[in-house]
């Protein structure tokens, strides 16, 4: 009788711990989204997922993300950080895009952060944004929560706020993004955006 109350104990701690998604469902994600055109390789392909996602490519997924790379990679630079110069130039387009649409802000100190790794909540804010929680994403204590609520971390209960999003965990949130509904909307943010999962 103990054996089958301590079996039955450690059965249920099992399915009481949050499933993770694998790095197979990771690599499976990532690869609809490059179909996609939202998440490119490198030169040779290689998708880069175990690789922490820097500030300034975030940008660069966030306008392909929107359908709205072409314009944000010829946008009027009129939003310079300090932190901007001739080696970084490249993305200066594409950061005055976004905070024009006012999907992502700086670091402080007038800097962008160029280089930076992308932090959990700096994504799950810039997601929120894009699903039209603007206001909730000023409430900089309650985002995780936030986006834990409207399942932006479905598969993603190994992460903490602080931590560095690799390009594999971005790429699930972002899926997860798009299977949202945005506030106010009957409308998933793929039918808002024409994405076609």
Do not use: C
């Not at 901007?84 to 999907?103: D, G, M, P, Q, R």
């Not at 992502?104 to 700096?122: L, P, S, W």
């Amino acid at each position: 009788m103990k054996k089958l109350v301590i079996i039955l104990l450690i059965f249920s701690l099992f399915l009481s711990i949050p499933l993770n998604y694998g790095y197979a469902d990771n690599v499976s994600i990532a690869e609809k989204l490059n179909k996609l055109g939202i998440l490119t390789g490198d030169d040779n392909g290689n998708l880069n997922l175990d690789s922490y996602l820097k500030r300034q490519d975030m940008v660069v997924v966030i306008s392909r993300l929107h359908k709205e790379e072409s314009t944000a990679k010829s946008y009027p630079v009129v939003n310079k950080f300090d932190d901007f110069t001739e080696e970084n130039s490249f993305y200066h387009s594409y950061i005055s895009w976004a905070v024009n649409k006012k999907l992502i802000e700086g670091v402080g100190n007038n800097k962008f952060g160029f280089d930076e790794a992308v932090t959990v909540v700096q994504f799950q804010t810039v997601l929120l944004r894009a699903l039209n929680y603007t206001e909730e994403a000023k409430l900089n204590e309650s985002i995780p929560d936030i986006a834990k609520k409207i399942g932006l971390m479905e598969g993603l209960s190994h992460l903490s706020p602080k931590d560095s999003l690799t390009r594999g965990d971005m790429a699930v949130m972002i899926y997860n993004a798009l299977n949202t509904r945005a506030k106010g909307s009957p409308l998933k943010l793929t039918e808002i955006l024409k994405v076609d999962l």
